[in-house]
């Protein structure tokens, strides 16, 4: 049981990110990672989708 409130607390977010101009995607998780770099355009990707699962 503690192992589960542990989990919770830490818990990753995962998030869809693309590439305002190629299109191209990744999935990051939030907050340990920070939103990446297109690396063919240089530009910064932006959040596409927040993939919460269970989400109410
Ligand atoms: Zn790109």
Do not use: A, F, S
Request: charged share 35%.
């Amino acid at each position: 049981m503690d192992t589960k409130i542990l989990k919770d607390r830490y818990k990753r977010e995962p998030v869809e990110v693309i590439c305002p101009i190629c299109k191209q995607t990744k999935i990051i998780y939030l907050p340990e990672e920070e939103i990446p770099q297109c690396p063919v355009c240089k530009v910064k990707m932006v959040i596409r989708e927040v993939l919460v699962e269970g989400k109410y």
